[in-house]
């Protein structure tokens, strides 16, 4: 009989414990704070080269004034000492969070790995072989608090490459260009989850140029970018050529792809004129874009078609080809040219002095 009590009291009591267990953990989890802002990085293959960027590239985020944050860190399959170098950092700071790919799966999986846990009101874009000035969140977080039709916001990185603070103009170099220096970008998270928006493979080593058309045009997403040095961007010449190589095919295949995505034409494009006189007479895509701003966009900004498009140590920019000179687009700097053949450009610059331009591909040189 006793017996028979206790298991009819332990029946009653054990259904109430397990409740109120679960109710405790599930307070615990709603309390949890939710960071304002989720960084998202990935890296591969960086902790043992480099001068330590992948250290100084997390340090610069842990050293943000605006310490509201949660920091996600994908290891893209490394085979070197990245674990032991995110086990370091993830030990000091309890904000980073640590995930592990078993192969290279590549920049687009993770990133979206790391977006689908994300919880911050922003994300947060980084780079492993870049670092943020300190106020860099604090700046973005302001401008887009204050200007809640912005979907997402970048900065500059050096001072003769500001990219526009206009959003139509933003949208209109989405057709071309980036909008926004990657790893400089916030964006609203819940602009992202409502529309869907992921990276995409497609463009292998450009996958951001898909990313932000996918914001700005197909769902009319707004980008103003501050015009402040907030990033220290790592020059881009310091990349393998096989990697250079294939970025630029992407970004070729990028520009055919937006160019004609509202003529559904096959139409080559190796100029932008020609791709936004295009768009002038679209009637489709004068409903996704300002014309106003598309006029003063080709006024301002686009080069001339007896031009090519350079990749400099110190700058990018088109150079506009004038019988024996050259002259920089978005510069006052005037070369003469020296020798001139289907391989490549040599000039004589009046401030940089003599220098050679390699040909690449259509319309592109490397120095």
């Known amino acids: 009989m006793l017996r028979s009590k206790s298991l009819i009291l332990l029946l009653f009591i054990v259904p109430i414990w397990i409740g109120t267990m679960i109710f405790f953990n599930n307070q615990e989890q709603n309390n949890e704070k939710t960071p304002l802002i989720s960084v998202i990085m990935s890296t591969y293959g960086r902790s043992s080269s480099d001068n330590n960027l992948l250290s100084n590239s997390i340090e610069s985020i842990l050293n943000q004034t605006e310490t509201d944050f949660e920091f996600i860190i994908i290891n893209d399959g490394s085979s070197d000492d990245t674990d032991n170098v995110l086990n370091y950092f993830s030990k000091k700071d309890p904000r980073i969070k640590i995930l592990k790919n078993s192969t290279n799966k590549g920049l687009p999986y993770s990133l979206n790995k790391g977006l689908e846990i994300a919880k911050g009101k922003y994300i947060a874009r980084m780079d492993d072989d870049d670092w943020s000035y300190p106020s860099r969140f604090q700046k973005q977080v302001a401008f887009l608090e204050k200007n809640k039709d912005i979907i997402a916001t970048?900065?500059?990185?050096?001072?003769?490459?500001?990219?526009?603070?206009?959003?139509?103009?933003?949208?209109?170099?989405?057709?071309?260009?980036?909008?926004?220096?990657?790893?400089?970008?916030?964006?609203?998270r819940s602009f992202?989850?409502?529309?869907?928006?992921?990276?995409?493979?497609?463009?292998?080593?450009?996958?951001?140029?898909?990313?932000?058309?996918?914001?700005?045009?197909?769902?009319?997403?707004?980008?103003?970018?501050?015009s402040e040095i907030l990033l220290h961007k790592k020059n881009d010449s310091s990349k393998k050529k096989d990697y250079l190589k294939i970025q630029n095919k992407s970004v070729n295949q990028y520009r055919q792809y937006a160019c004609n995505y509202f003529n559904k034409s096959k139409k080559t494009y190796t100029k932008r004129i020609d791709c936004y006189m295009d768009l002038l007479k679209n009637k489709e895509a004068q409903k996704h874009i300002n014309i106003d701003a598309l006029n003063k966009y080709i006024s301002d900004y686009v080069p001339p078609k007896n031009s090519i498009y350079v990749i400099h140590t110190l700058w990018r920019d088109h150079l506009i080809l004038n019988k024996n000179h050259v002259k920089r687009f978005h510069g006052k700097d005037t070369a003469k040219i020296i020798e001139k053949n289907d391989l490549f450009i040599k000039v004589k610059w009046d401030k940089y002095g003599i220098e050679t331009f390699e040909k690449k591909g259509n319309n592109y040189y490397l120095k």
């Open 154 to 188: 970048g900065c500059s990185f050096k001072k003769d490459f500001i990219l526009p603070s206009d959003p139509e103009i933003a949208k209109i170099l989405a057709f071309w260009e980036v909008p926004v220096i990657h790893p400089c970008a916030m964006i609203r």
């Open 192 to 226: 992202l989850e409502q529309n869907n928006i992921r990276y995409s493979n497609s463009f292998p080593n450009a996958e951001d140029m898909p990313f932000w058309f996918d914001i700005t045009i197909k769902h009319n997403g707004l980008i103003s970018n501050l």
